[in-house]
């Protein structure tokens, strides 16, 4: 395993609008704390992270109630109107901390269930790469593409194909030109990988475990406890 540092940003400035819950998902309780608390201290425990940037929304009123004991520096952030904006802000106030052109991993906040050898192998398989890459799980369902009225229209070749999760990790100079050029031409930006790929040059996949789940919908929860209690949490 290399020694170098490692900065993780977490953009937490979502409303969750599909949880249909009274408080942005990230602050749901999942067992005996709230998402986000999960999330940022499976990263803090991780040796080779140097700190966190996290961003927060500025009508965020539950962030103060949170009380977080991490084993690494926290930084907050404001955070944008999409996510984009949001790791965008977390990535120039990196820009002020730090004197070198670090490696970065982007996390979402509510993906609580992060497996910390999941994080090694990234670090392994990258850390000499000269782009980055991110985490993603190979499609595994037959996948089917559909025309008006829910007509079945082709069956896609699923050899290849992955879902994009995070950790998505690339140099703090890099990703933060990536990320400005995709907002200046409106290029809807889903992940960093997305915008680093506009720039013309070629990130990893490294494959993850598909518990890494991304908590969107209510029945997440149950499936994220779960899965902490399986990976030992509790
Ligand atoms: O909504 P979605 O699940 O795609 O959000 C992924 C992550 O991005 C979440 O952690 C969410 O809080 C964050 N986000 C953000 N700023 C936004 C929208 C989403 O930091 N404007």
Known sequence: ?????????????????????????????????TVIEYTLQRLASHAQ?????????????????LSLSLNCPLHVVEGGAQRADSVLNALSALSDLVDDDPWVLVHDAARPCLRLTDVDQMLTSLSEHDVGGILGIPVNDTVKRTGLGNVITETVDRRNLWRAATPQMFHLRQLKSALEMAIEQHFPVTDEASAIELMGVKPMMVEGHSDNIKITVPQDLALASWFLQQQGEH
Do not use: C, H, N
Not at 4 to 30: H, N, S, T
């Open 1 to 33: 395993m290399t020694s170098l540092r490692f900065w993780a940003v977490v953009p937490a400035a979502g409303i969750g609008e599909r949880m249909q819950a009274d408080r942005p998902k990230q602050y749901l309780q999942l067992d005996d704390k």
């Open 49 to 65: 992270i140097a700190g966190i940037i996290v961003a927060i929304s500025p009508e965020d009123t539950w962030w103060p109630s």
